[in-house]
């Protein structure tokens, strides 16, 4: 069973970086895309970004420009760099492999929370 880790989350003011991290277990992480996910207090859960095995990205209106994200499929880790981070980023982020039936492969981590203030 696949388990997914992500770390990097904290507390940072209006504009600036922080650089989360997912580890995944398990030897097909290189063959499936993956994504980054966050859901706010009383919200649902929302896309942010996702990349293919080889590396084609897509993002949410919301944070196109300013986050990046990026794998190492040698590391089983996929990465996302975010820049610029407004309040509205406030949320926990989670990682998961989507499939092509709009669930998704892998249990859910715990995520970790991203607190920006104003």
């Known amino acids: 069973q696949v388990q997914l880790v992500e770390s990097g989350g904290g507390l940072v003011q209006a504009g600036g970086s922080l650089r989360l991290s997912c580890a995944a277990s398990?030897?097909?992480?290189?063959?499936?895309?993956m994504g980054w996910y966050r859901q706010a207090p009383g919200k649902q859960r929302e896309l942010v970004a996702t990349?293919?095995?080889?590396?084609?990205?897509n993002y949410a209106n919301s944070v196109k420009g300013r986050f990046t994200i990026s794998r190492d499929n040698a590391k089983n880790t996929v990465y996302l760099q975010m820049n610029s981070l407004k309040p509205e980023d406030t949320a926990v982020y989670y990682c998961?492999?989507?499939?092509?039936?709009?669930?998704?492969?892998?249990?859910w981590g715990a995520g970790t929370q991203v607190t920006v203030s104003s």
């Open positions: 398990g030897s097909i992480f290189s063959s499936n895309a």
């Open positions: 998961n492999a989507p499939n092509a039936y709009g669930s998704f492969r892998y249990p």
């Open positions: 990349i293919t095995s080889i590396g084609f990205t």
